[in-house]
C-alpha cells in the first residue's frame, strides 16, 4: 500500500521561504516520478512542479519559475518542494503526487496522493 506522508507548510510573510517535504513508502520510489500540486479555496488543483525519476528534468507552472525548486532524495524516498520568495498568490493546499500515466501538468493522470499541507502567505 502507497503512503505519502508530507510535512512542511505553515505561515509565513511574503518574500519569505518555506520547504515542503513528502516522504514515500509502498513502492519503488526511484523508479517513479514525483509532483507538487495545490488548491486554493473555491479553486481547481493546479500544477505546480514534477521532477523525473532521475531528477535529471524538472517542469514548473511560469508563475513558480526561478522560485520554486523541487528536488528528490531517492535513499530517503523523498521529494523536496523549496519555495523562496513566497507571495500571497501561492497560499494554498499543497499536495504531493507519485506515479504519473500521461501528463505532469494534470491532476488526474497522478496516481497516489499525499494528505496535503497548507501554506499560507501574509502580504
Known amino acids: 500500500q502507497v503512503q505519502l506522508v508530507q510535512s512542511g507548510g505553515g505561515l509565513v510573510q511574503a518574500g519569505g521561504s518555506l520547504r515542503l517535504s513528502c516522504a514515500a513508502s509502498g513502492r519503488t520510489f526511484s523508479t517513479l516520478p514525483m509532483g507538487w500540486f495545490r488548491q486554493a479555496p473555491g479553486k481547481e488543483r493546479e500544477f505546480v512542479a514534477a521532477?523525473?525519476?532521475?531528477?535529471?528534468?524538472?517542469y514548473y507552472r511560469d508563475s513558480v519559475k526561478g522560485r520554486f525548486t523541487i528536488s528528490r532524495a531517492n535513499a530517503a524516498n523523498t521529494v523536496y518542494l523549496q519555495m523562496n520568495n513566497l507571495k500571497s498568490e501561492d497560499t494554498g493546499l499543497y499536495f504531493c503526487?507519485?506515479?504519473?500515466?500521461?501528463?505532469?501538468?494534470?491532476?488526474?493522470?497522478?496516481?497516489?496522493w499525499g494528505q496535503g499541507t497548507q501554506v499560507t502567505v501574509s502580504s
Open positions: 503526487a507519485l506515479d504519473v500515466d500521461g501528463s505532469y501538468r494534470r491532476a488526474g493522470d497522478w496516481e497516489y
Open positions: 521532477i523525473t525519476v532521475t531528477g535529471g528534468d524538472t
